[in-house]
T-cell receptor, first 113, second 114 residues
């Protein structure tokens, strides 16, 4: 059972480039979310989804896009990368959100030069 | 609106002594509360969870936390620290308001001295 899988593990981008961070879960969870982790700031919610076809914004959504076409996948798109998006990104899933345990991926370390 | 405050950004203890990591929360509805641990360069692992059952919650690796509604606190404790406990710990709150959001504290880095 793989759980939550994130790819890539590391990425370096130049300012203005675009990329997609991939997240897949094999637990049939309805709720998926993306966080960014910056020193001293904990994890901040970027976007989340309560089911296929439904997404909503978190605390820090600017500069990021998401879609949820299947239950399993929840990709995060950076349309035009900026140095302020240098961070560690975590994807998480839970059964229905709110009161359920979240399971986290191993993270993607992104540097934008 | 929900919020969570971890009162200490760094805590140092000697091996074998008790650990106390403090967390206060704010929630308009009956909250669910979680503690997660993150070892260096790793993902997050659940330590324990409170969802309105027993107020004293036991987790993995000897950790426990007590939900105190009157104090809006959910402090994490362990009777005797081990070197392997050195990590960052996050307190997380979510509520039943239907927003489906989990709000993280800013984290407490635990250092265990030999």
């Amino acid at each position: 059972n793989a759980g939550v899988t994130q790819t890539p593990k590391f990425q370096v981008l130049k300012t203005g480039q675009s990329m997609t961070l991939q997240c897949a879960q094999d637990m049939n969870h309805e709720y998926m979310s993306w966080y960014r982790q910056d020193p001293g700031m904990g994890l901040r919610l970027i976007h989340y989804s309560v089911g296929a076809g439904i997404t909503d914004q978190g605390e820090v959504p600017n500069g990021y896009n998401v879609s949820r076409s299947t239950t399993e996948d929840f990709p995060l798109r950076l349309l035009s990368a900026a140095p302020s998006q240098t961070s560690v990104y975590f994807c998480a899933s839970s059964e229905t959100g709110g009161r359920d345990i979240q399971y986290f991926g191993a993270g993607t370390r992104l540097s934008v030069l | 609106a929900q919020s969570v405050t971890q009162l200490d950004s760094h805590v140092s203890v000697s091996e074998g002594t008790p650990v106390l990591l403090r967390c206060n929360y704010s929630s308009s509805y009956s909250p669910s509360l979680f503690w997660y641990v993150q070892h260096p360069n790793k993902g997050l692992q659940l330590l324990l969870k409170y969802t309105s059952a027993a107020t004293l919650v036991k987790g993995i690796n000897g950790f426990e936390a007590e939900f105190k509604k009157s104090e809006t606190s959910f402090h994490l404790t362990k009777p005797s620290a081990h070197m392997s406990d050195a990590a960052e710990y996050f307190c997380v709150v979510s509520d039943a308001s239907g927003t489906y959001k989990y709000i993280f504290g800013t984290g407490t880095r635990l250092k265990v001295l030999a």
